[in-house]
């Protein structure tokens, strides 16, 4: 099955929003392969954040993801990746519907709760930054048939 990483950010966490976006996903059926609370260092976000290096709001970005814990998540299912960030909802809390993580928890650009991975390649990069794969948890369910056809 398809992967996909998932952060909630430090303003989410000082929020007490890890409960609601993580019940978000397991309401869906989505699998919780692995999960861990980390304050990430410089270099991290850096390699996690390389497609915006140079970028304006980016030593921003890097202060404030690196600023308090992060819940570091990766969640497995059909087609998570896609599903998952519409989940998430738009970048801009300006135009993220009601109804998504970033429309019902959000307000600022450059406090948006939440991170999702954008293809199937950057999560599996992502993934590998992330945990180590001794971190991440494979078990059967037996609810999978009803989720499932
Ligand atoms: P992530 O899941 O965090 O990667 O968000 P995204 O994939 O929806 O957006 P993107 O990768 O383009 O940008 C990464 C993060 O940088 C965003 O979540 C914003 O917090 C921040 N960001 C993006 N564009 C801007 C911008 O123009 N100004 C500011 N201040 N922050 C921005
Ligand atoms: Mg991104």
């Known amino acids: 099955q398809e992967q996909t990483f998932l952060a909630i950010k430090p303003d989410a966490v000082q929020r007490g929003l890890i409960g609601p976006i993580i019940t978000r996903f397991e309401r869906r059926g989505y699998k919780l392969r692995a999960i861990k609370l980390i304050v990430p260092d410089r270099s991290l976000l850096e390699k996690h954040y390389d497609e915006h290096k140079g970028k304006p709001f980016f030593e921003k970005l890097v202060g404030f993801m690196g600023s308090g814990p992060v819940c570091a998540m990766v969640w497995e299912g059909k087609d998570v990746v896609k599903t998952g960030r519409a989940m998430l909802g738009a970048t801009n809390p300006l135009n993220s519907a009601p109804g998504t993580i970033r429309g019902d928890y959000g307000i600022d650009l450059g406090r948006n709760v939440c991170h999702g991975s954008d293809s199937v390649d950057s999560a599996k990069y992502e993934i590998n ?17 009803w989720i499932y056809e």
């Open 129 to 145: 930054l992330w945990f180590q794969p001794t971190e991440i948890q494979q078990y059967d369910r037996a609810i999978e048939g």
